[in-house]
């Protein structure tokens, strides 16, 4: 059996160990005594549709082709089917151009602007529920003892977070298995990536399960639901929002997912209750949750 924190079976995996992605900086602690710690660095993306400026998002830097093709798809900016004849990025003017095949004019879409949650002020630009009317997601089902491995997997997976923190993990999974671990300073980039690949890699959503370790907000149900992923899982909780809009579109939404114990809000018709609880190991409840 292959350890907990075995990365043999990422597709992608985080590396904590990049140069580019930390700075380190010394301060002092409690005690006044010198600290030195590794810090998440913070660089701005401008994303360019054709001829036409969309955004400039604050990114740690890594994967910029596949966070501008991500965004775009989410936003609706790129369709389904949609040639794409380039992706360019240019490291020194930090900047992304994704090229389509047909003229592109998001001029109306770009005047309504929606600031979102997101923890490095995630943007959405014209209706947030654009595409969810009519939006039926596949019935594939999930077993519980795969939502348990992937759990204890992911959250011993090294990573940016457990290296520096302040950071957002999201990770798409098939089964048991994680694919793809992206990180970022807002969980909204992180998951902008995984529709990126999964755009470029040509990956059907309809088997998949997205695990992030950011709160089940409105913005990340929507994402989900737009890239066709019908399960969505985290250790963190939900926002009434988020759950009211996934019990809409059926969404499967998983929280306060720790050790032994998780909540689903919406979904419950594609659980498989196939794991004795009992026998996960669990972890230390906190004081005022029950």
């Given at each position: 059996?292959?350890?907990?924190?075995?990365?043999?079976?990422?597709?992608?995996?985080?590396?904590?160990?990049?140069?580019?992605?930390?700075?380190?900086?010394?301060?002092?602690?409690?005690?006044?005594?010198?600290?030195?710690?590794?810090?998440?660095?913070?660089?701005?993306?401008?994303?360019?549709?054709?001829?036409?400026?969309?955004?400039?998002?604050?990114?740690?830097?890594?994967?910029?082709?596949?966070?501008?093709?991500?965004f775009l798809r989410n936003q609706g900016m790129l369709r389904d089917g949609e040639p794409i004849t380039g992706v360019d990025y240019d490291e020194e003017l930090e900047t992304v151009v994704v090229r389509t095949e047909a003229t592109t004019t998001f001029?109306?879409?770009?005047?309504?602007?929606?600031?979102?949650?997101?923890?490095?002020?995630?943007?959405?630009?014209?209706?947030?529920m654009e595409g969810l009317e009519g939006l039926t997601l596949p019935d594939n089902q999930v077993r519980t003892s795969d939502?348990?491995?992937?759990?204890?997997?992911?959250?011993?997976?090294?990573?940016?977070?457990?290296?520096?923190?302040?950071?957002?993990?999201?990770?798409?999974?098939?089964?048991?298995?994680?694919?793809?671990?992206?990180e970022d300073v807002g969980r909204h980039n992180a998951v902008d990536k995984i529709a990126g690949w999964m755009l470029s890699e040509g990956v059907s959503a309809a088997d998949k399960t997205l695990y992030t370790t950011g709160r089940l907000t409105s913005e990340m149900v929507i994402k989900t639901a737009l890239m066709g992923i019908p399960v969505l899982a985290s250790r963190s909780g939900f926002t009434a929002w988020g759950v009211e809009i996934a019990q809409q579109v059926g969404l499967t939404l998983i929280g306060r997912m720790k050790g032994q114990r998780f909540v689903c809000l919406a979904g419950e018709h594609r659980l498989i209750r196939d794991a004795d609880p009992a026998k996960v190991a669990d972890e230390p409840r906190r004081m005022g949750r029950k």
């Open positions: 059996m292959a350890r907990l924190d075995d990365l043999s079976d990422y597709l992608i995996a985080p590396d904590p160990g990049a140069s580019r992605l930390t700075r380190g900086v010394t301060g002092t602690d409690q005690n006044g005594q010198p600290v030195d710690l590794n810090v998440v660095e913070e660089r701005p993306l401008t994303i360019f549709l054709n001829r036409q400026e969309i955004v400039t998002a604050m990114t740690i830097g890594d994967y910029p082709e596949y966070l501008a093709l991500g001029e109306d879409k770009l005047k309504k602007k929606t600031r979102t949650s997101g923890c490095a002020v995630g943007t959405v630009f014209g209706d947030m939502l348990y491995a992937l759990a204890a997997h992911i959250n011993r997976t090294p990573s940016l977070y457990l290296e520096a923190g302040a950071i957002h993990g999201t990770v798409l999974c098939q089964g048991p298995r994680p694919l793809v671990y992206m």
